[in-house]
């Protein structure tokens, strides 16, 4: 069973950019896809981006199409995200999820999920 932990989130202007990580331990990374999503208050937990477990294949959500980029460095266990022209409806918890698995996947069936870092995009 893999542990995430989520860092850096923050304070940010819309237009702004930054830049997530997610630290992987107590499992072999390279062996899992690894996915972002997100979650605003109210609102149900969304699909942001997907990485395979070489990283040759991303997959995301239209509304952060060319905005966001999702990476991974097995040699490290971690999982990036940067964020790029952020917007106030970018504003939720940011969590990192993992699965053993040989496909993307883009919907909420991962098996191990980090506890979440905060991104709040004033206007």
């Known amino acids: 069973q893999v542990q995430l932990v989520e860092s850096g989130g923050g304070l940010v202007q819309a237009g702004g950019s930054l830049r997530l990580s997610c630290t992987a331990s107590?499992?072999?990374?390279?062996?899992?896809?690894m996915g972002w999503f997100r979650q605003a208050p109210g609102k149900e937990r969304e699909f942001v981006a997907a990485?395979?477990?070489?990283?040759?294949?991303?997959g995301y959500a239209d509304s952060v199409k060319g905005r966001f980029t999702i990476s991974r460095d097995n040699a490290k266990n971690t999982l990036y995200l940067q964020m790029n022209s952020l917007k106030p409806e970018d504003t939720a918890s940011y969590y990192c999820?993992?699965?053993?698995?040989?496909?993307?996947?883009?919907?909420?069936?991962?098996?191990?999920w980090g506890q979440g870092t905060q991104v709040t995009v004033s206007s």
């Open positions: 107590g499992g072999t990374f390279r062996w899992y896809v």
């Open positions: 990485i395979s477990r070489s990283g040759g294949s991303t």
């Open positions: 999820a993992a699965r053993i698995s040989v496909e993307l996947l883009t919907t909420t069936a991962y098996d191990n």
